[in-house]
């Protein structure tokens, strides 16, 4: 007995009437085998991968070596139906045969934790792969070179895809066509000629080491979006991205700095899934790249390469990168699939994710831009490892920002852990952008287009109204980093809250410790340069958040009680700007 005998099938089905691959009561896939769920943590295994892998004989030992029941689907399918899988192609087709193959497949993912061998075509059908992935297992592709497929595949004559064909040619097509599928298993385990037991030992080690990243949902109905958190992204990024894409072509868009570093990985990583890249458009690091002719420059490069609607622009970079490249998505035909991967922790952690997108003008930062959301945002966190410690201390303050906006808890753990996440610490930089993130997404899915008249998205603000003008008059040549700029906007707004009256005195005080503790600028006289308050508040009227020329910022209680305010006098802003040392 099977676990699919509730299938039902007729013994001998005439040729005109296909056997039946449904489950007997019409709800029994909708309604699955209750499971409260595995012991010790198990989940189910799937092999995938060409004919002559090896799923079966590995999958069997497999299940031996962790204790759970093997099944082979195509078995299943043959158990079901009452005929053999040739017999299923030749009187029924392909595409009845993989509606089927589905079915049973997603039924047996159902129940209990188990080992699983599909065929060899099972993963290249798009519902199949969904179905597998929507079951919570663990798909891992054996991966196995041309010359060992040959060999084993000798004399499987019965197998549809060999009946009267060239095993050479039919496997080198199926490797091009399925290879790039298989690549968005969970896991790729290359095998040899070496004893089963070894490819056995390795695959379980293989699964025992995988650590599949965070997703944290941004919740904006057929636009919402995963943002995916951990390491060892970019090498699998076109597994990621492939399946939310409308045609596996891309252009990247990326600074000269990070390209070096990190575009071979990117690459390797969308080759293998079958994503060409029509086109790598290099650009200046620094925020004078935000401007209309780098934006122009990059669009007629998407053009040039071929590209149309239903060509990916990839961001691969920093804020700067996110900002120009979204926007060039934005108006490129009037709209592109876009892909955020971000490496910069301030990218990571803020403007990555929102869909948020633009260019500076000489009055002033981000004046022009879209609201154009990402497919996805892959924060591969293993790629901080690589930034200047300035960069890294730079987009700590956006962290802090959200310590401050989310509440006691996320900011006590800042105060606490910030100096280490600086330092470089793993640990402390992953939990960063993971509850960051958290934060934002749910914050955007609340308020996408900071329409809220008080509050909502307009919150994350908090510091950007003299951060900004801070940035505009340094003139954006890297003098004052972003993240430096809201440091000291940070402290800004918490001395203008307390003088204001809205929090208490100790408040100050303790942000620009925290913000001096990792090392950043916590006051405008720890910039390198001075400023004149006057024109400092002509910048914030121009501001993008202004309204009717009267300048709004956000101002704050204490930790998770933040709000906004547009009716703050002008003359305590100015006081404020002059005691901290500005000029006329």
């Known amino acids: 007995m099977t676990r699919n005998t509730d299938i039902a099938a007729e013994t001998e089905p005439s040729p005109g009437h296909p056997p039946a691959l449904e489950p007997a009561a019409p709800d029994a896939l909708a309604a699955p085998l209750a499971w409260a769920g595995p012991p010790g943590g198990l989940r189910s295994v799937v092999l995938v991968g060409m004919p002559g892998a090896g799923k079966s004989s590995i999958g069997r030992r497999l299940a031996a070596r962790l204790g759970l029941p093997f099944k082979d689907a195509d078995t299943e399918i043959e158990a079901a139906a009452g005929l053999p899988i040739t017999e299923i192609f030749a009187r029924y087709g392909e595409p009845y045969f993989r509606d089927g193959e589905r079915r049973v497949i997603s039924r047996l993912l159902a129940g209990p934790p188990l080992v699983l061998a599909t065929g060899g075509g099972a993963f290249a059908d798009a519902r199949t792969r969904e179905a597998v992935k929507d079951s919570g297992a663990v798909s891992l592709w054996l991966r196995v070179p041309l010359a060992t497929l040959l060999r084993r595949v000798a004399g499987r004559e019965h197998r549809p895809m060999f009946v009267n064909a060239d095993p050479r040619e039919v496997l080198e097509r199926l490797i091009a066509a399925r290879h790039p599928l298989f690549a968005e298993a969970d896991v790729t385990v290359d095998c040899t000629d070496e004893p089963p037991e070894v490819t056995t030992r390795r695959v379980a080690d293989a699964i025992a080491a995988h650590q599949p990243p965070r997703r944290l949902p941004v919740g904006l109905g057929d636009r919402g979006y995963d943002v995916v958190v951990g390491p060892g992204l970019l090498a ?68 040039s390469a071929g590209g149309d609607r239903r060509t990916a622009v990839i961001a691969l970079g920093g804020g700067v990168v996110g900002d120009l490249a979204g926007f060039v998505a934005a108006i490129t035909t009037r709209g592109l699939p876009f892909v955020q991967v971000p490496t910069t922790l301030l990218a990571q952690v803020d403007s990555s994710v929102g869909g948020k997108t633009g260019i500076n003008l000489s009055l002033g930062k981000n004046l022009v831009g879209a609201f154009h959301q990402p497919r996805i945002v892959l924060a591969d966190t293993g ?9 890294l201390r730079a987009g700590w303050a956006e962290v802090a920002k959200h310590g401050l906006i989310d509440g006691e808890t996320f900011w006590n753990w800042c105060e606490a852990n910030g100096p280490r996440a600086v330092a470089g610490e793993a640990d402390a930089l992953a ?69 204001l009256g809205h929090c208490s005195q100790e408040w100050p005080g303790r942000v620009m410790a925290h913000l001096q503790a990792v090392g950043l600028p916590a006051r405008i ?40 305010a547009g009716d703050v006098p002008e003359a305590a802003v100015e006081a404020l700007l002059r005691d901290e040392g500005c000029g006329g």
């Open 525 to 564: 006289g720890d910039l390198p340069r001075g400023f004149s308050a006057r024109q400092l508040i002509g910048r914030m009227r121009k501001d993008k958040k202004a309204r009717d020329g009267a300048m709004r910022f956000v101002l704050f209680r204490g930790p998770g009680a933040c709000f906004t």
């Open 383 to 391: 790629v901080l490892g690589t930034l200047p410690p300035r960069e």
């Open 236 to 303: 699998r990024a076109g597994a990621l991205i492939a399946p939310l894409l409308p045609a596996r072509r891309c252009v990247v868009i990326s600074d000269q700095d990070v390209a070096l570093l990190h575009l071979p990985a990117l690459r390797a990583g969308l080759a293998e899934a079958g994503i060409a890249v029509l086109a790598e458009h290099l650009v200046p690091p620094g925020e004078r790249t935000k401007c209309f002719a780098v934006v122009q420059a990059a669009c007629e490069t998407i053009l």
């Open 431 to 499: 939990h960063a952008v993971l509850e960051s993130c958290r934060l934002k997404s749910a914050v955007v899915a609340a308020d996408e287009r900071e329409e809220s008249e008080e509050g909502g998205r307009a919150l994350l603000n908090l510091g950007h109204t003299f951060g900004h003008a801070l940035e505009a008059e340094g003139g954006y040549g890297g003098e004052i980093l972003h993240g430096e700029a809201v440091a000291v906007g940070l402290g800004l707004a918490a001395s203008l809250s307390a003088r």
